[in-house]
């Protein structure tokens, strides 16, 4: 999982030597910032190459073009959100905490990173094939990860598990999505309490044959 600092302001970085791999976190953190700022259309380069107190063909010999490196954007915190959930999910075996685990990882998520939590679910470029794929395999991920669990714990089948994961992973992304945008009103603790005892409600019917 790669951490994307933000950078620092642009007058200092000039002229600092960083290694390809820092260099490379540095740009996708500028580029986080002015891509939340501004919408994919309205960023330019020469933007995210300021924030980041590069020049411009720095920042292209890195990424070639606007679109690569948005994409470079969605992917790391798509995969950031999918390690996350997973980590929630391997962690215990205990299935109730696992739910819990599940849907905190996206509020978790949404505190720490809202700026990348709008880039991967706002995304104004979902009518770009090459976007709408990292955004349909992230999301296939998730669910695929909570099916897993699905399937093993209950006994259900494959169809049947993965329907239960899509109904909790919208839940846990709507929901997270929805206490970003209402400035955070209920406190993430309780957020997350709320939603727990409501999914947990129904998982709970669930026959757990590892229980």
């Given amino acids: 999982m790669t951490e994307i600092a933000r950078p620092p302001a642009a007058s200092g970085q000039?002229?600092?030597r960083l290694s390809r791999g820092a260099r490379r976190t540095q740009l996708l953190g500028a580029a986080r910032d002015v891509f939340a700022a501004q919408g994919y259309h309205a960023a330019a380069m020469d933007d995210i190459a300021d924030r980041a107190g590069v020049s411009k063909p720095v920042l292209y010999q890195h990424f070639p073009s606007k679109l690569e490196l948005y994409r470079a954007l969605l992917t790391t915190y798509a995969d950031e959100l999918?390690?996350?959930l997973r980590s929630a999910l391997e962690e215990t075996s205990n299935n109730e905490q696992r739910l819990r685990g599940a849907i905190s990882a996206y509020f978790d998520f949404v505190a720490s990173e809202g700026q990348a939590f709008r880039l991967v679910f706002e995304s104004?470029?979902?009518?770009?094939?090459?976007?709408?794929?990292?955004?349909d395999?992230?999301?296939?991920q998730c669910i695929d990860v909570v099916a897993d669990a699905v399937t093993t714990d209950a006994g259900l089948d494959r169809e049947r598990a993965r329907l239960l994961a899509v109904g909790l992973v919208g839940l846990s992304?709507?929901?997270?999505q929805y206490w970003l945008d209402s400035a955070q009103a209920v406190p993430r603790e309780e957020a997350v309490e709320l939603m727990c005892r409501l999914a947990w409600r129904g998982l709970g019917h669930f026959p757990m044959i590892h229980d």
């Fill in 82 to 84: 999918l390690g996350r």
């Fill in 137 to 140: 395999r992230a999301l296939s």
């Fill in 14 to 16: 000039r002229g600092v």
């Fill in 173 to 176: 992304q709507v929901t997270a």
């Fill in 124 to 135: 104004d470029l979902r009518s770009e094939p090459e976007m709408a794929a990292v955004l």
